[in-house]
């Protein structure tokens, strides 16, 4: 009895599915003195029963009836084979082969759990005397162990299968959180880079994800699209937002003095260096390094930069020993790197070392529909930091501004935004002629070069793109009359007729768009 409730207790214990049935086994092997006892159970895909010996996998198939298995497990019924019944079993060699383990003149019981039941989980098979077997059919204690460990697989199994769905719903949560912590970031965003096209979104995006990891960073875009802008985002998203921030312009320092401002130098290494100095990837250390204009810097220190990437480790100026370096490195350019690799300017395995996560600046010209935020986001600073109330801008002006290329990007609408609120009166609103006459030339001399150009270009409405009826259709009608005064000279009769309105009609519409002033 003690024996039994020895073997029930160390059952009961095991709290891991995959050592239960050869804690099972040992446990039954020593309280009743058995040569063999096997467990065979099926394969995860159900078709076929299995059970190892000695480090072997043997298997049958669970609707082969040429071994006792099959019958048992189909039947749900014991089976005792004494070895003149074995005789009648020699057809499945892999049954042979694991009757062969049994001495000579033992019998065999299959007992199928659970005892008494349909629906068969598994297979207990002892060898032994046929006294002690036959014994065993009729043991209540037997027939109870057997209960307790089958309860116990399936108990375990249970418990695996909660502890699945558990770490499932934290790991859904967990994504749920991760997606939702990244909306919040990327709204963030909004108020530093500035816009509500496709385009911005997605950069919003991807600095978020960039921020997440300790890749490098390689931001591409066109001069004044603000690259240092998303460096210092992904830098103030990251975990090292609390280390330093340290930014360098490779373009801007002489080549002669860029290592050492990089690396540091140590006092004599060169003519004037009177002390040490820590250069900026020391200044850098467990913060974000930002290399401005990467494609400008000379190949020699190019070779330098990638043996730091690659050992984590730096030498000042005339130094002798390595210290250790501990930055993320977030670079920008505004040259074509493929085409820099290929003139033999810039490293290609650098290259792979930098383009770790690319990041993207859209022009201002890819996104035109943005200009109205940006122009208010600068209203508002400059407001802010010159005291000044400049009321907004015209939409004569916002006309003006979406006919212009943008070649210096944001930094020159910035610029232009700035220059027009100088000279705008308090309380006012920027007017076309606000502008610079650069650009007011620029669309004049224009439209002197393209005088036979196509209306639908020159009207140039991205209609995919519309968020905003009332004001498509207002910007569409005054392209159309300035397209239709262009074509015409000037000649506010021969336009109106040409778009079938009253010249009294045509020159109010220009008044009130301000066309022609």
């Not at 943005?370 to 508002?380: E, K, R, W």
């Not at 209609?463 to 392209?479: G, H, M, R, T």
């Amino acid at each position: 009895m003690n024996d039994w409730l020895a073997v029930a207790a160390t059952i009961t214990g095991v709290r891991d599915s995959s050592k239960l049935p050869s804690a099972f086994i040992k446990q039954v092997k020593n309280t009743l003195q058995l040569t063999n006892v096997w467990v065979v159970q099926p394969c995860a895909q159900g078709r076929k029963l299995q059970t190892c010996e000695g480090g072997n996998l043997l298997e049958w198939e669970i609707d082969n009836f040429t071994h006792p298995f099959a019958h048992v497990f189909q039947s749900s019924s014991p089976m005792l084979l004494d070895p003149a019944k074995l005789n009648y079993w020699l057809e499945d060699p892999s049954f042979v082969e694991l009757m062969g383990l049994r001495k000579r003149g033992e019998s065999v019981l299959i007992v199928p759990l659970p005892l008494g039941k349909g629906g068969t989980k598994l297979l207990v098979t002892v060898t032994g005397s046929a006294v002690l077997l036959g014994g065993l059919l009729a043991d209540q204690q037997w027939r109870r162990i057997c209960e307790i460990f089958i309860n116990q697989i399936e108990l375990l199994k249970e418990l695996g299968e909660d502890h699945r769905q558990i770490s499932a719903l934290s790991s859904s949560i967990k994504r749920i959180r991760s997606s939702e912590e990244q909306r919040e970031k990327a709204f963030e965003l909004k108020q530093v880079l500035i816009g509500e096209s496709t385009t911005m979104q997605s950069l919003r995006n991807n600095i978020v994800t960039a921020a997440h990891t300790a890749l490098n960073v390689l931001i591409c875009g066109e001069t004044g699209t603000g690259k240092e802008l998303v460096a210092r985002a992904v830098h103030e998203l990251s975990d090292r937002k609390d280390k330093p921030f340290v930014a360098i312009n490779c373009a801007a320092i002489p080549e002669n003095l860029l290592e050492s401002e990089l690396f540091g130098h140590v006092k004599g290494a060169f003519s004037g260096a009177e002390r040490n100095k820590a250069g900026l990837v020391a200044d850098a250390e467990g913060g974000t390094l930002f290399l401005d204009e990467i494609g400008d810097m000379p190949i020699a220190l190019q070779a330098k930069l990638l043996r730091v990437l690659e050992s984590r480790t730096f030498r000042p100026v005339g130094a002798t020993q390595e210290i250790k370096a501990n930055f993320r490195l977030v670079a920008a350019t505004h040259v074509a790197m493929q085409a820099r690799i290929e003139e033999g300017a810039f490293r290609r395995d650098l290259f792979y070392r930098l383009n770790q996560f690319p990041v993207f600046v859209p022009a201002l010209a890819e996104r035109k529909e943005d200009i109205p935020n940006l122009c208010t986001h600068f209203i508002s600073e400059y407001n802010r930091q010159m005291g000044a109330s400049v009321k907004g801008i015209r939409y004569a002006a916002l006309d003006l501004l979406n006919r212009h290329a943008f070649p210096g990007n944001v930094r020159e609408l910035k610029n232009l935004i700035e220059y027009a609120c100088a000279i705008t009166s308090s309380g006012d609103e920027i007017r076309a002629d606000s502008f610079s006459a650069r650009v007011l030339n620029q669309q004049t001399q224009t439209a002197a070069n393209n005088e036979d150009v196509n209306a639908d270009n020159y009207i140039g409405m991205d209609i995919q793109n519309i968020d905003n009826l009332k004001a498509a259709v207002q910007e569409f009608e005054c392209s159309v009359i300035r397209y239709r005064l262009s074509s015409y000279g000037g000649d506010r009769t021969k336009a109106a007729e040409s778009l079938g309105l009253p010249k009294r009609t045509l020159a109010h519409k220009c008044l009130k768009m301000e066309i022609g002033k």
